[in-house]
């Protein structure tokens, strides 16, 4: 099990190292591996989230999407906690704003404000919202 993490986190070193768009599809390919052979891992928990937070902050804000609703969504996965699921909801609301999906983001964002029980993710969602607010009248 650790031996498929480590791979997977090599191939990522190999992507930081050359910022090729091919080696960092090949490296969230290994982490969406390890998470399928050893989905009662404490490690895959934190790599379906890890995954999602890297699409985004490569500016795939379509794939995030998906990879973030894949981690909420999970059969597999072991218990997933309730903060990894609000990190996650959060990330929802996020690539909504990017893709200029304003309604839906609102109201990901609304939900997650309701329903989390972490003050920092519900402060996060409010100023979020605002955002929201700013750039749909733009």
Known sequence: ???????????????EESKNLKDFGTAIQAYREAIQKNPNS??????????????YEKTDYL???RAFNQHIESKTLKATSPLSKDL???GVGLSYIHLKKYQEAEQALRDLEQQT????IREEASY????????SKQ
Do not use: C, H, N, P
């Open 1 to 15: 099990e650790i031996i498929d993490f480590m791979k997977a986190d090599i191939r990522w070193r190999m992507y």
């Open 42 to 55: 404490s490690m895959s928990e934190r790599t379906s989230l890890q995954i999602a937070i890297r699409l």
């Open 63 to 65: 794939a995030a999407l």
């Open 88 to 90: 996650a909801r959060l």
């Open 117 to 120: 029980t972490y003050s920092d």
């Open 128 to 135: 979020r919202l605002g955002d929201i607010f700013v750039l």
